[in-house]
């Protein structure tokens, strides 16, 4: 049996995590946090959801608090070679009978009557375990507690490894490069459609894995690629595009125009600019993230259009919108190594949306960012 | 308010279809299933898990049975113009307040009370509601009853329009190109991960969404991409590989070989062709998927190396495996329309996995292969 004890996530911070929570025993089920585990992922699945007939793809990584190394995986028939091949933690894997997720259910409940782990704290990740799978949880557990793993999960996800920061600064940058592509070849009377699909296009040249590309004609505010919605000449345009690489979500929005932008358009951009560079003066470890979203509302308060503008900030990994929280209300501190998506974004009537968004690392003294800046007009036809 | 009166589906096949389940309510959330029902989805997750902070993506379809222009979607705030602006089906919306699935949960508990629809027999995906969602639904509608929708809509979705097939040819036309690029220009001492490499940049060249590759290269079983395993001289190798076309899977297997395959090797693979034929034979409406599956075990009975051989076939679609079921216990029957994935393969500790798969449909009269045959050689360095 292959078994592997060094565990590929930092794992006295996933102790005081569950501490902190009053949970006993982590159960972890979705793509994203096994990979972030085990290292490793059932391998057909890897970018895709599992819709198998009538049933979903189910494992469930097993970690008992304080006893690391009675963790254990428990996948479908066959996953155990797959999990030894990958030398994924924790290398202990008991199979389900079949390739169901009510099978893997069936079978996290013998191991864990056996292993004596039946009558604990159990966290789960709740907004995605399937309702029917939970059901068979609470029934056959009956002695168990159930309890969210979700904020355990992006609270030991929130400050990234340098490996993963290498991950999506490579993403970022073909990400820039894919939009550039786009925007510098557009023509008038193209829909938005085409170009959501052009950037598709551009993405996949590049081996990015395209999930999506909002494109925003102005003026207007709708942003779902539309074939009734059309790219005229010297109207703005931005595409606002998110990719995956190796697990890892990138995103960034960049401005075109077709021809020569007007003057007011022109200042919103420089807005964008402005509120983007008061805001990175405020990103540095210690900072508290309540502070710069205050900073960046005080910013706009001031600024001759801000009543036009916006701030929008957060995490991002493995999951689209993680920790840290930017928001007024929000008790999270930022952190050496935390990866921030910052949106700075203008929506005026006759102009439309203008829009700049960024993926910058929190690094030891400030914070840097993840792609050459792009913070200008890519203009077609100019 | 947009009101779009003509369904996308069969409405009169699923109001059948849900009375014979004994359910009063369809309640569909799975982003295959709404864009089955509505022709539309929330763009930026049209390909991808949203995988939200703390949250998911949700949304849900409700059709009364019997009423069809009462139906409504319960969706994100945002989502009615993005319904609309798609001429989606049913066209009356509803927005819930949040951004977060337990939002949409509780905005439609509101709904289903006013409209006196909450003491009904309600459809549910369960195998893919989130555990939480489900919760709010089972403490806040206390007289309903709830049931798996899975079924229902499987079957509803089981025989293809025209257009579905069109886009499902057309995909499988991509993969077939694809692989044969891949196959046709192996050389010694590629990874299993280098070629499945390979196989999603030939996938993305020709704008398919690659979800994966699983190579084989014998002798020897393994199939997950691994950094360890290599493609020798005189060695076969498969590669079986999925991807999505507009929402539509589809997915072929091909064989190739560093120089020239040994004769067992043809033997297994001319064994792959005669069992293919063997059951196209049987391919037609009105035929009982359990006579195909019992045709294809009887085939190999008699066939000189059917020992090691295997005949696997499902239904496919938006759905990896969906209806038919092809097995010797299916009561189901093959219709005009459905789509078969037919896997043929022989597993042989000396010569490796040889593995055909191609798609069918179900024509009037017979069958139809989806792709060029494919089912020969690809040979690299003959």
Tied chains: 1, 2.
Excluded at 50 to 78: E, K, M, N, W
Aim: with cysteine.
């Amino acid at each position: 049996m292959h078994i592997r004890r060094q565990t590929p996530f930092d794992a006295a911070k996933l102790a005081e995590l569950m501490k902190e929570a009053g949970v006993e025993l982590l159960l972890a089920s979705t793509r994203h946090n096994t990979r972030y585990l085990t290292g490793g992922y059932y391998y057909p699945l890897y970018m895709w959801d599992a819709h198998a007939r009538r049933t979903q793809y189910l494992s469930f990584v097993c970690i008992p608090r304080g006893s690391l190394d009675d963790s254990f995986f428990v996948g479908r028939p066959g996953e155990e070679e797959v999990m030894a091949e990958a030398d994924a933690w924790p290398g202990l894997c008991y199979e389900a009978e079949k390739i169901t997720s009510l099978s893997t259910a069936a079978r996290t409940v013998e191991v864990l009557k056996e292993r004596k782990l039946d009558a604990l704290r159990i966290a789960l990740e709740l907004p995605s375990v399937p309702a029917d799978v939970f059901g068979i949880l609470k029934d056959q557990l009956p002695r168990a507690e159930f309890f969210d793993a979700v904020p355990i999960m992006d609270k030991l996800r929130a400050v990234k490894r340098p490996g993963e920061v290498k991950k999506i600064r490579d993403g970022t940058g073909r990400i820039q490069d894919a939009l550039a592509a786009v925007l510098t070849s557009g023509r008038e009377g193209l829909t938005t459609a085409e170009i959501a699909n052009q950037a598709a296009k551009e993405f996949r040249k590049r081996d990015l894995h395209f999930l999506y590309a909002l494109v925003c004609a102005g003026p207007g505010f709708f942003r779902a690629p539309s074939e009734k919605r059309i790219w005229r000449r010297n109207q703005v345009l931005h595409i606002d595009a998110g990719g995956m690489l190796d697990g890892y979500i990138v995103e960034l929005c960049r401005m075109g125009c077709l021809g020569r932008p007007s003057s007011l358009a022109g200042d919103l951009l420089q807005g964008c600019r402005d509120l983007e560079k008061a805001v990175r003066d405020l990103l540095r470890p210690g900072v508290k993230a309540c502070d710069v979203q205050q900073g960046a509302n005080d910013f706009l308060d001031e600024y001759p259009l801000g009543a036009h503008g916006r701030f929008i900030a957060h995490g991002i990994g493995m999951v689209h919108h993680e920790d840290p929280v930017i928001n007024t209300n929000s008790g999270d501190l930022l952190q050496e190594g935390m990866i921030l998506s910052i949106e700075m974004e203008f929506l005026h009537d006759e102009a439309g949306h203008v829009k700049i968004e960024n993926m910058v690392e929190i690094t030891g003294t400030g914070n840097e960012l993840l792609s050459s800046p792009g913070n200008d007009w890519y203009l077609s036809n100019p």
